[in-house]
């Protein structure tokens, strides 16, 4: 499964931005990927990781602007349709997990 979480802060003032720049460090220290500008997604392992990781998300939202997440399986996001643009063949971006012991 997938956590997106989608966002559109404010960044008016010198306080917004900093906001805003914590918020972003805090998704990518999740381990969030940008998907595309104000959208991040990560992998989660079922429902209760994904509950988990929105509480963690719920201690770094800033006071103000509009913060979401949309929970969506893996069959779902992989039926995305690309209308332009080609989607990211980064290793991160990937479900599978490999272990190497």
């Not at 719920?58 to 602007?65: I, N, Q, T, W, Y």
Request: hydrophobic fraction near 40%.
């Amino acid at each position: 499964m997938r956590l997106m979480v989608m966002f559109d802060l404010p960044v008016e003032t010198a306080e917004d931005r900093k906001a805003y720049r914590q918020f972003r460090k805090a998704l990518i220290h999740e381990g969030f990927l940008m998907m595309q500008e104000s959208i991040y997604v990560r992998v989660t392992t079922n429902q209760k990781s994904a509950d988990l990781l929105e509480s963690r998300i719920r201690k770094a939202l800033p006071s103000d602007g509009l913060v979401q997440t949309l929970r969506v399986t893996e069959k779902q996001y992989t039926s995305m349709k690309f209308l332009i643009g080609e989607a990211k063949t980064d290793v991160k971006n990937r479900d599978d997990k490999v272990i190497v012991l």
